[in-house]
């Protein structure tokens, strides 16, 4: 499968901001997430859901401000993100993998280039 994310961009604090992701050749996969990784820091989980009926998970510490969906006709995941803040600046990378919802990046085997969002204060 192959990701392209798209959508980032500079918006102030308390904005909002929408990504997607087109996953291309999607098939053999179950589960879309995004990652993002700020400078100097590791890659952390955002959100994943699940083509087939939506099940979706998210980060703790996002839970109320990100939204993750989906729309399987034209194969594309969306992060809905509101009430932005500085610290959600970072790369948000689009992933992919069978099986179940995963929080660990390693676990996820296919990778979009990611799309930079830049939270100003």
């Known amino acids: 499968v192959q990701l392209q994310a798209s959508g980032g961009g500079l918006v102030q604090t308390g904005g909002s901001l929408r990504i997607s992701c087109t996953a291309s050749g999607r098939t053999y996969t179950s589960v879309m997430a995004w990652f993002r990784q700020a400078p100097g820091k590791e890659r952390e989980f955002v959100a994943a859901i699940k083509w087939s009926g939506g099940s979706a998970r998210y980060a703790d510490s996002l839970k109320g401000r990100f939204t993750i969906s989906r729309d399987n006709a034209k194969n594309l995941v969306y992060l809905q993100m509101n009430s932005l803040k500085p610290e959600d600046t970072a790369v948000y990378y689009c992933?992919?993998?069978?099986?179940?919802?995963?929080?660990?990046?390693?676990?996820?085997?296919?990778w979009g280039r990611g799309t930079q969002v830049t939270v100003s204060s």
């Open positions: 992933a992919a993998r069978q099986g179940s919802i995963q929080v660990v990046p390693t676990l996820y085997n296919s």
